[in-house]
């Protein structure tokens, strides 16, 4: 592939230079499995397994793991300096930014810290799953998702029947407070520590099913296999209690219809169509045949909201327009990068960030300044419009949909996702990323595609 998002090392035919690269890619496609086990492993440990004041020390878990994959990539693949360099230039602006803002504002050094954590480490990631993620590795992760979503969706149906004060619905919180849908029906937080976690989860797992359901004869993944999972997404999305995971799955269903009416081939077209409409109607059922007292809670929510908040379109929209507001009361340096991120309000209390917005763009502006927090909110946009042509351009060419419809979740996280405050969000975004640039790297073979 001939572009910065992977890279073509040279082929060495030795057997001993085959059996090295052969012990490399094992290694680095357990770190890949280990990763994302340790997705699902914080919250556990954190919530049921260590709770109390040492659960915090697993806030971090998967940072170990990212570092190994860097220092296993570093050592041991050819570095890339299509984006090595960019990004080495990148985080050397993040840190003197982030650490000139900490010297004005006289914080704790976690904040800086904290920032530049969320605005660089976990970048390389995608970039290192494109470039060396085999077609093997990316079957491995796929279907390890695909069984995960199985056990989540029966620990969310289980919380879901529970009341909030039940052990299994507990959070991380001292206080033992659980996010409601309505009444003492709670809105279930998953393996996670809280609902975003749980949220991002179920709308990330509709891509994936979809993209599974693509690729599912190229990849080898068990046809029940992709159907059970997607039944559980379904489950997961119609008790998660969170309207946004709602609209996050219609969105990525649009993506999906995209990617057939942009085909090349008319039948791809059209039965990637009657599939969606086909999976649409069975989800319209299981939310509310199957499952009738989370559609009713789900509508005494929404009615609640909307006259507290305003219309649900709205809502939504306000995660965007409200950046102009932040222009009018944020200084010319920012407040601090990280300043916004939860762990920097627990360390240094939630009174002295009440003028941060909570919506990632006008955070980020609030961050960074008007005119450094503004450059790299349109940095992420751009990256995320140039990815997402990238996706459109394959599945035109070649009928592979795979890429643009993971690439729906996506972009709604490098769009609007609060990727730069959020440790859930700052973990699927990137891994989602991943996966697309994976699917890029990985096109279906056109022997299967016929």
């Known amino acids: 592939m001939s572009d910065a998002f992977a890279f073509t090392e040279p082929v060495w035919t030795t057997p001993r230079a085959q059996a090295r690269i052969a012990r490399r890619d094992r290694t680095m496609g357990r770190l890949f499995i280990l990763f994302v086990v340790a997705i699902f492993a914080e919250g556990i440990l954190r919530k049921w397994v260590i709770p109390g004041g040492a659960q915090k020390i697993f806030y ?251 219309s649900t379109a709205g809502r939504a929209l306000s995660t965007i327009t409200d950046v102009t507001h932040a222009y009018d009361y944020t200084p010319f340096g920012g407040f601090g990068l990280g300043a916004g991120s939860n762990g920097a309000r627990a360390s240094n209390g939630n009174t002295n960030y009440s003028q941060l917005a909570e919506s990632e763009w006008p955070r980020m502006v609030n961050e960074g300044g008007p005119i450094f927090g503004t450059l790299l909110l349109m940095l992420r946009q751009c990256f995320a419009l140039v990815l997402f042509l990238r996706c459109l351009r394959l599945n035109r060419k070649t009928g592979d949909g795979s890429a643009m419809i993971m690439m729906g979740f996506a972009a709604l996280e490098l769009g609007i996702g609060q990727a730069t405050s959020d440790n859930q969000a700052l973990t699927f975004t990137w891994f989602a990323t991943g996966l697309v640039l994976a699917f890029l790297h990985n096109p279906q073979t056109s022997r299967r595609r016929r």
Request: hydrophobic share 55%; aromatic share 14%; glycine share 6%.
């Open 60 to 310: 971090f878990l998967r940072d170990p793991v990212i570092l190994a994959i860097y220092i296993h990539y570093l050592r041991h693949y050819r570095i890339n300096p299509r984006w090595v360099k960019p990004f080495l230039i990148y985080a050397m602006f993040i840190a003197i930014l982030a650490l000139l803002q900490n010297i004005y504002w006289q914080r704790g050094i976690l904040t800086p810290l904290l920032g530049i954590r969320f605005y660089t480490f976990y970048l390389p990631l995608p970039f290192i799953m494109a470039e060396v993620m085999t077609r093997a590795q990316l079957r491995q992760i796929l279907l390890l998702l695909l069984w995960a979503a199985i056990p989540v969706a029966l620990l969310v149906m289980f919380q879901f029947s529970q009341p909030s004060t039940a052990w299994i619905n507990k959070g991380t919180s001292d206080d033992g407070f659980v996010f409601t849908i309505t009444g003492d029906i709670p809105r279930p937080y998953g393996p996670f520590t809280f609902t975003s976690g749980q949220t991002l989860f179920g709308a990330m797992m509709v891509a994936v099913c979809l993209a599974c359901w693509e690729r599912r004869r190229d990849l080898a993944l068990p046809f029940w296999l992709v159907l059970s999972a997607g039944f559980a997404t379904m489950v997961m999305v119609s008790l998660g209690g969170s309207r946004g995971g709602l609209i996050s799955a219609g969105i990525l269903m649009i993506f999906y219809v995209a990617a057939g009416l942009t085909s090349p081939k008319l039948a791809v077209g059209a039965r990637r169509i009657v599939t969606i409409v086909l999976a649409a109607t069975l989800a319209i059922m299981t939310f509310v045949v199957v499952f009738p007292q989370a559609y009713e809670a789900m509508s005494i929510r929404q009615t609640h909201a909307v006259r507290s908040e305003g």
